[in-house]
């Protein structure tokens, strides 16, 4: 049973039909209407403009994405060494010395090689 | 060549690639920056700047939809930035309520001749509000999906269907009103 209280709401067919076709007819008239002249070339004078501009840069592209995590990076390969390998001043000893032992260097590496790796693969795969 | 080759070119350093796509939507774009700007000269200033900063931003094009519509993006907002700067105030975005829908009957079509219809459509194009004109001609001039054209401006699908029934019902009224001698059958 039909809702005799939407019959605004329910479009016939032959609207249907009349607004498609309408639509069809509307939309050649307005590209013939509005297009541009063909004499209108300006690919001389943007090219002109885009040689001057900085050209695209996808590692830029990538730092400004990723930026905060770079941050955090850094900031992590500062402070781990400094927490695991900084000598904790002993308060009798005048002196003390920050060295980075020998036994460090494949943390070093993991890191390094971790964070590239990731930065990599993430620009390849954006 | 596709669009997607071409970009893979200028990102690999060929800078002179880009104009294949500046020479295949140069065109389109200046229809539609002349619909939000309605001034010639600024229209293809837009279009310039539009180019330029697809250029510079183009590594930042990451293929999820088509260029068309990434790069008619940046010509929407461009557009829109320009024209409130030139105002000075921002664009009044006036709703009117009218679920009633609108369009011109193909009998219209058939009634008045093409150059008329011509000339009505460019002088009611110019004088409709950008808000209703960009939207009017991102569906009819540029023949984009309504996705799409949710995608380029950022409108919700429901305001974009307004926009474009209410598009209709001024460029109606106004064939009508020019063209008095139309036979409008009675329903």
Known sequence: MSNSNEPTKRLSNEILDSIGEGDARLGQIYRHAMAVHPSLDHTALIMKAVAESQPPNRFLMWVLAYGSYIGVGIFLICIVPLLLFLPVPNIHVDSFSIATPKESIPLWTVVTVTILGLGIWRMETT | ?187
């Open chain 2, 1 to 187: 060549m596709t669009d997607a080759e071409i970009i893979n070119r200028v990102l690999s350093g060929n800078k002179q690639a880009f104009s294949l796509l500046v020479a295949a939507y140069q065109t389109k774009a200046l229809t539609l920056a002349r619909s939000i700007v309605h001034d010639e000269h600024l229209a293809e200033d837009l279009v310039q700047d539009s180019f330029v900063k697809a250029f510079t931003s183009l590594a930042s094009f990451k293929g999820g939809s088509a260029f068309s519509t990434w790069f008619y993006r940046i010509v929407y907002t461009t557009g829109l930035n320009a024209l409130q700067k030139s105002r000075r105030t921002p664009i009044s975005v006036e709703l009117i309520e009218d679920d009633t829908p609108h369009w011109i009957e193909p009998y219209i079509f058939d009634q008045i001749d093409d150059h008329i219809l011509n000339e009505i459509i460019r002088e009611e194009m110019t004088n409709m509000s950008p808000t209703y004109s960009a939207v009017m001609d991102l569906f009819y001039g540029q023949e984009c999906s309504y996705d799409q054209i949710v995608a380029i401006t950022g409108m919700p699908l429901g305001t974009i269907k307004t926009r474009l029934n209410r598009g209709r019902a001024l460029l109606r009224n106004a064939i009508v009103r020019r063209c008095p001698e139309l036979e409008i059958p009675h329903v």
